[in-house]
């Protein structure tokens, strides 16, 4: 049971040199990826008229908007501006505005007019939007691109982004900020959106759709030459436009563009908004981004130091081009030297760009493209009296008001809900578990116990801590699913002991990711941080309609059908689980029904709590993520399947 010390059995390092499985959910999560992603450009490579490419770029649509939710209307009214004042500038004015979108949501706002643009001589316009910036659109960079617009003729309109400028949604009396800004509020309302089954990119697209809206219904723009461009996280809001917006007359993403494999291999994480989920499972890549805008003029800006990698850029345009060709687009890549950013190359090309396709009035090639513009300061260019949104109207929602209204409604029409059927095909499908386990099995030379790892799937071990009593196994097993697996077995030898005089043995064990299975780390955040590795795993398994916490269930899965199967096993086989795996344990159990018990030492993680929960935590709490469980299978449907089978504490010594 233990040693001379008193202290637990414990893997050494590399499961005491039998196997090293510190990369097999990240090789795991890259080969699956890879696979969808090469049959993706398969599908595309038989694209060879522009029929062809229709039929694709509906389909692109159509997955487009089922991975935002669906629903998102075409017969809306133009939003309301509520003026907020006037700035002079160089050649146009600078209107400073708060769209009411409708449905309680506010967009403070800049209109860039040109001194020309008028209801009789209407102009082209760009929707510019803006990346990750604490000071959004007031963001220098942001604001000398809108300005080089405007210079060149162009109406421009731009706003703050969820979670940045004036707009920013977790703020205490004081203004203070209780979550971050930026990436931080992104990932924390991001994660509840995809624990309610949707995604906080249908937040970004529907905001840019009620811009685009108002921008077209100017009257001194013309409607049918509105184009679209934003850097970084603006960049990816383009995108997105680029896949579900017919009425974009050109677009310009500027540093995003590159190839998903690419991406993945660098070891960054991306924001929710950024990832398209089960986009990787349909064989979504990035140039899939630019074919549904072709024959569309499109620009895709570089930056040769990016971390958006620039080899993926180059390999997607190229075979984008193909597309464009066939289709008698225009398709153009610019790169710069430099790191990620809008800087005034890239910003003077893009300019040229826009003048060019959408007939901007006062544009002369080259003349003004790389001048650099007078700039504002956040306080001249801000829309609202107190500098938030949040402050100046309480009322206002966010996207946590959006994401719960839209649960509670989900909820209330409960036939709708999928429940643990659903829940099975989330823990089963696309898993691979080989014909047989494969177990080694050794023993541990100073406490004694057993220790042993097995296949899950054909590439992803388990492993466990076998701990017997001293006779005959005559009251059963008990799987004990902890926090942090066996690294957490210390603090429960009593409990094992108790068991073990009793007759039961203790299987203490390690799920993909978990104690002895712990994942390398592999990007500069810490390993269960926001951005960091785990979140980063957890974000690439939802392209792949995937998620940790259902591939950890189906680990435990596979822990209780090996358990059965060993020599001498007899009565019933019960689920021990503490922190996240009493989560995964309610889980397993609700979906086994030869599980005889499901014990609970903490409560179960609750995903209904947290997408109603403001300020949910901690962090780390996004491995058990299974998108969708909120609205597919809540608590009590968990609750009816276990009914009998549950108990609220561990009583080892109870047979």
């Known amino acids: ?223 049918d030459r509105v184009g679209v461009a934003g850097n970084s996280g603006g960049g990816t809001q383009t995108t997105w436009l680029m896949l579900v917006e017919p009425r974009i007359a050109a677009a310009a993403p500027s540093c995003f563009i590159t190839g998903r494999e690419e991406y993945q291999r660098s070891g960054q994480a991306q924001d929710p908004e950024q990832i398209i989920p089960g986009g990787a499972l349909a064989g979504i890549d990035h140039e899939d981004l630019l074919i549904a805008m072709a024959p569309r003029p499109t620009l895709v800006l570089s930056a040769n130091s990016d971390f958006f990698c620039v080899e993926g850029a180059i390999r997607t345009v190229r075979r984008a081009q193909r597309i464009f060709d066939l289709t008698g687009g225009s398709l153009t890549h610019v790169r710069a030297d430099g790191e990620h950013g809008l800087g005034p190359e890239l910003a003077g090309e893009a300019v040229e760009f826009f003048a060019r396709q959408l007939g901007a009035t006062s544009w002369v090639p080259g003349e003004r493209a790389l001048e650099e513009p007078a700039l504002h300061t956040s306080a001249e260019l801000q829309c609202t009296r107190t500098g938030q949104i949040s402050t100046d109207h309480p009322s206002a929602r966010q996207v946590f008001e959006l994401n719960r209204e839209r649960l509670a409604g989900e909820l209330a029409r409960a036939a709708e809900a999928g429940g643990v059927p659903w829940l099975h095909d989330q823990v089963r499908s696309g898993r691979d578990p080989g014909p047989e386990f494969y177990p080694r099995w050794w023993t541990d030379p100073e406490s004694g116990a057993r220790k042993a790892f097995w296949w899950s799937e054909r590439d992803i071990v388990n492993a466990a801590i076998v701990l017997d009593p001293a006779g005959p196994v005559t009251a059963g097993t008990d799987l004990l699913v902890l926090d942090r697996g066996t690294e957490d077995l210390s603090a429960h030898l009593d409990a094992c002991a108790r068991a073990t005089a009793a007759g039961r043995r203790v299987v203490v064990l390690d799920v993909r990711g978990t104690g002895a299975l712990a994942v390398h780390r592999f990007n500069e955040f810490g390993l269960e941080q926001n951005y960091g590795t785990m979140y980063k795993i957890v974000a690439d398994l939802v392209c792949l309609s995937d998620s940790l916490g259902a591939a950890r269930t189906y680990d435990v899965l596979r822990a209780a059908e090996f358990v059965r199967g060993w020599s001498g096993a007899k009565g019933p086989v019960r689920l021990v689980g503490a922190g996240q795996g009493a989560f995964l344990a309610v889980l397993a159990g609700a979906l086994d029904p030869g599980i005889a018990e499901v014990v609970c030492l903490t409560p179960p993680l609750d995903p209904v709590r947290i997408v109603n929960t403001r300020f949910y935590g901690p962090e780390r709490d996004n491995q058990c993520l299974v998108p969708g469980l909120a609205r597919h299978c809540p608590p009590e449907q968990l609750a009816a399947a276990l009914r009998g089978r549950y108990t609220h504490l561990w009583q080892l010594e109870q047979q």
């Open 1 to 223: 049971m233990a040693d001379a010390a008193g202290t637990a059995p414990g893997f050494r390092d590399f499961l005491d040199g039998m196997y090293d499985p510190s990369l097999q959910v990240q090789q795991n999560v890259h080969r699956r990826t890879s696979e969808w992603l090469a049959a993706g450009r398969r599908a595309n490579d038989l694209l060879r008229t522009p029929d062809d490419v229709r039929r694709r770029q509906e389909e692109l649509r159509k997955l487009a908007l089922d991975a935002l939710g669906g629903d998102l209307p075409d017969d809306r009214p133009v939003p309301t501006a509520r003026p907020a004042g006037t700035l002079a500038a160089d050649g146009y004015t600078i209107e400073k505005l708060i769209l009411d979108t409708g449905g309680g949501v506010l967009l403070p706002a800049n209109l860039y007019r040109p001194d020309g643009a008028t209801p009789e001589r209407p102009a082209g316009a760009v929707l510019f939007l803006c990346g990750h910036a604490g000071v959004g659109k007031a963001a220098p960079r942001y604001q000398a691109m809108c300005a080089r617009l405007a210079r060149a003729g162009l109406v421009v309109l731009t706003f703050d982004s969820i979670g940045q400028g004036e707009r920013k949604s977790y703020l205490d009396a004081d203004g203070k900020e209780l979550i971050a800004a930026n990436v931080p509020e992104h990932v924390h309302a991001g994660v509840q959106c995809w624990w309610a089954g949707d995604t906080i990119a249908r937040y970004f697209v529907t905001d840019a759709r009620r811009a685009l809206d108002y921008l077209a219904a100017r009257p001194e723009v013309d409607p």
